[in-house]
């Protein structure tokens, strides 16, 4: 049986090879279609939704929008294909991960193109995101195949811990990162034996249903299924009772909403909810060395970014140069379309998020905080008055009790608060719901960096940098940051498994 399925498998691949028209649909303003069964279609009713170019604020493109039909026939082939994939071997389900790769790469200018004008972010930083979707499928290669650990043995008895797939998983992305999101919960799904069926935002939907132009080539049909939509789609996806692993990156909100409807069948969640990052800058740190880098962390993709800073903590016989530097940093920055060469920063992605950012700096000045650069919404290139550009912006005189302090802004903006001692400072990082990331700088990031980092309540906490986390090591938070963790080699494979003992009587 085993020579038949890896028979199988290679006759798919050696004829989807062959398939190369449908390469011609990969461009921003293609026929884009998405993946349902080992098919490219268009929604049941013909029914699209545009896609907006935050640099100007009008359309350049439609996608399908998904009706609950077309998730059916998605879940119904995922769930029979799955009856064949998770008895696939590990060797077959990596050679499918490092074809998709090297399509990926083979595609990365127009897919990065894309990317850049849906999201905003500048080109070069799309590329990068559209070659990290290959470099995961590597990484992924090296850790996937989960073999069975014999957890005790001897004369008489033996004890197995076994990993077997889940079945049907369900991936809901978010509108910042949308291919490395769509890599973090399609890859994992896959290379572990289960099938998975994707929903990007209806934000930045267009790269990632670019996706389905590639995957159609390697995967057997029903493997993988990417469907675009509104937020019914999201809804229908967690209440289907075929799905029985709902992965979802984006809102704390609509994470709490997940787990309340997905608790009723007992429903795998796995919820990655953004955070409120504070970054403590201790008396010691040697403010020029530092002041470059907090910037770079804190805005970052413009400030959206979960993990970025979103609080800075700075003690108050440094706090005046440490808010110059940033307002000289905010005020050298070149923000503008995506696909501009001289472009650091872009747009905010939507109009709903530009006029939270505003509503948020509005509020901080009201209550006594103030701006020392940036602080209003603008139009770059002169020509775009719908654009969603807001100016990178410094808030001193921040205080707990702002909104801009208490919530994530999620936003090229960020409040620099003072404090007298560490203490205080740690205390109040932590008054917080959220608890993904954290940072301490100081010069002595062994001594008291270390010190300071082990109080802080967050999933991950860094000494001297933020964001950047290490491959070797998960990503996910605690408190309302969310459940479950991904990456870090086999840890986050193991949220797309379940666990099987075996107890052998060998007499």
């Given at each position: 049986?085993?020579?038949?399925?890896?028979?199988?498998?290679?006759?798919?691949?050696?004829?989807?090879?062959?398939?190369?028209?449908?390469?011609?649909?990969?461009?921003?303003?293609?026929?884009?279609?998405?993946?349902?069964?080992?098919?490219?279609?268009?929604?049941?009713?013909?029914?699209?939704?545009?896609?907006?170019?935050?640099?100007?604020?009008?359309?350049?493109?439609?996608?399908?929008?998904?009706?609950?039909?077309?998730?059916?026939?998605?879940?119904?082939?995922?769930?029979?294909?799955?009856?064949?994939?998770?008895?696939?071997?590990?060797?077959?389900?990596?050679?499918?991960?490092?074809?998709?790769?090297?399509?990926?790469?083979?595609?990365?200018?127009?897919?990065?193109?894309?990317?850049?004008?849906?999201?905003?972010?500048?080109?070069?930083?799309?590329?990068?995101?559209?070659?990290?979707?290959?470099?995961?499928?590597?990484?992924?290669?090296?850790?996937?195949?989960?073999?069975?650990?014999?957890?005790?043995?001897?004369?008489?008895?033996?004890?197995?811990?076994?990993?077997?797939?889940?079945?049907?998983?369900?991936?809901?992305?978010?509108?910042?990162?949308?291919?490395?999101?769509?890599?973090?919960?399609?890859?994992?799904?896959?290379?572990?034996?289960?099938?998975?069926?994707?929903?990007?935002?209806?934000?930045?939907?267009?790269?990632?249903?670019?996706?389905?132009?590639?995957?159609?080539?390697?995967?057997?049909?029903?493997?993988?299924?990417?469907?675009?939509?509104?937020?019914?789609?999201?809804?229908?996806?967690?209440?289907?009772?075929?799905?029985?692993?709902?992965?979802?990156?984006?809102?704390?909100?609509?994470?709490?909403?997940?787990?309340?409807?997905?608790?009723?069948?007992?429903?795998?969640?796995?919820?990655?909810?953004?955070?409120?990052?504070?970054?403590?800058?201790?008396?010691?740190?040697?403010?020029?060395?530092?002041a470059p880098k907090l910037f770079g962390r804190a805005f970052f993709n413009s400030g959206q970014v979960c993990v970025a800073i979103?609080?800075?903590?700075?003690?108050?016989?440094?706090?005046?140069?440490?808010?110059?530097?940033?307002?000289?940093?905010?005020?050298?920055?070149?923000?503008?379309?995506?696909?501009?060469?001289?472009?650091?920063?872009?747009?905010?992605?939507?109009?709903?998020?530009?006029?939270?950012?505003?509503?948020?700096?509005?509020?901080?000045?009201?209550?006594?905080?103030?701006?020392?650069?940036?602080?209003?919404?603008?139009?770059?290139?002169?020509?775009?008055?719908?654009?969603?550009?807001?100016?990178?912006?410094?808030?001193?005189?921040?205080?707990?009790?702002?909104?801009?302090?208490?919530?994530?802004?999620?936003?090229?903006?960020?409040?620099?608060?003072?404090?007298?001692?560490?203490?205080?400072?740690?205390?109040?990082?932590?008054?917080?719901?959220?608890?993904?990331?954290?940072?301490?700088?100081?010069?002595?990031?062994?001594?008291?960096?270390?010190?300071?980092?082990?109080?802080?309540?967050?999933?991950?906490?860094?000494?001297?940098?933020?964001?950047?986390?290490?491959?070797?090591?998960?990503?996910?938070?605690?408190?309302?940051?969310?459940?479950?963790?991904?990456?870090?080699?086999?840890?986050?494979?193991?949220?797309?498994?379940?666990?099987?003992?075996?107890?052998?009587?060998?007499?």
């Amino acid at each position: 049986m085993a020579v038949n399925r890896i028979s199988a498998v290679t006759r798919h691949l050696t004829s989807a090879s062959a398939v190369s028209e449908t390469l011609s649909l990969l461009s921003p303003t293609g026929n884009h279609r998405m993946l349902i069964g080992g098919k490219l279609s268009g929604a049941a009713n013909n029914a699209s939704i545009p896609v907006i170019n935050p640099a100007t604020g009008k359309p350049f493109t439609s996608v399908p929008d998904a009706t609950k039909q077309d998730l059916d026939d998605a879940v119904s082939s995922a769930k029979k294909a799955f009856q064949s994939w998770s008895k696939t071997s590990y060797r077959e389900r990596a050679d499918c991960l490092m074809k998709f790769a090297n399509l990926v790469k083979e595609n990365a200018q127009v897919l990065g193109r894309a990317l850049s004008m849906e999201q905003g972010k500048p080109l070069p930083y799309a590329m990068a995101e559209v070659m990290g979707v290959a470099s995961a499928c590597a990484e992924l290669v090296k850790h996937g195949d989960l073999q069975p650990k014999i957890t005790f043995e001897d004369a008489k008895q033996r004890a197995e811990l076994h990993y077997v797939p889940r079945g049907v998983v369900g991936g809901i992305t978010p509108w910042n990162f949308p291919l490395a999101m769509a890599a973090n919960k399609l890859l994992p799904a896959v290379i572990t034996g289960n099938t998975v069926i994707l929903k990007p935002s209806p934000y930045t939907p267009l790269s990632t249903v670019m996706l389905s132009e590639l995957a159609v080539q390697v995967f057997p049909p029903g493997v993988m299924n990417i469907l675009t939509g509104g937020d019914g789609l999201g809804q229908w996806m967690v209440e289907h009772p075929d799905i029985v692993h709902i992965t979802f990156t984006g809102s704390q909100a609509t994470g709490q909403k997940i787990l309340k409807t997905g608790a009723d069948r007992i429903k795998k969640i796995t919820l990655e909810l953004g955070g409120n990052d504070a970054a403590i800058v201790l008396p010691d740190a040697d403010i020029k060395a530092v002041a470059p880098k907090l910037f770079g962390r804190a805005f970052f993709n413009s400030g959206q970014v979960c993990v970025a800073i979103k609080r800075l903590y700075v003690h108050e016989s440094q706090y005046d140069s440490v808010v110059g530097a940033l307002k000289q940093a905010a005020e050298g920055s070149v923000v503008g379309d995506g696909l501009d060469k001289k472009t650091q920063f872009g747009p905010i992605n939507n109009k709903m998020q530009l006029h939270r950012i505003e509503g948020l700096v509005h509020d901080a000045v009201q209550s006594g905080a103030k701006v020392v650069a940036g602080g209003h919404r603008f139009d770059p290139t002169g020509k775009n008055p719908d654009s969603y550009f807001f100016q990178p912006t410094i808030v001193a005189d921040a205080r707990e009790g702002m909104r801009l302090v208490d919530e994530e802004q999620f936003g090229p903006v960020l409040p620099v608060i003072k404090y007298r001692n560490v203490d205080d400072a740690i205390a109040s990082a932590n008054n917080s719901d959220f608890g993904l990331g954290g940072s301490v700088w100081t010069s002595d990031p062994e001594g008291k960096g270390a010190d300071v980092a082990r109080r802080v309540e967050a999933g991950m906490v860094w000494v001297n940098d933020h964001l950047v986390s290490h491959p070797t090591t998960p990503f996910g938070g605690i408190k309302l940051s969310g459940i479950g963790r991904e990456g870090g080699g086999q840890i986050g494979l193991l949220e797309f498994v379940d666990m099987k003992s075996f107890k052998i009587m060998k007499k």
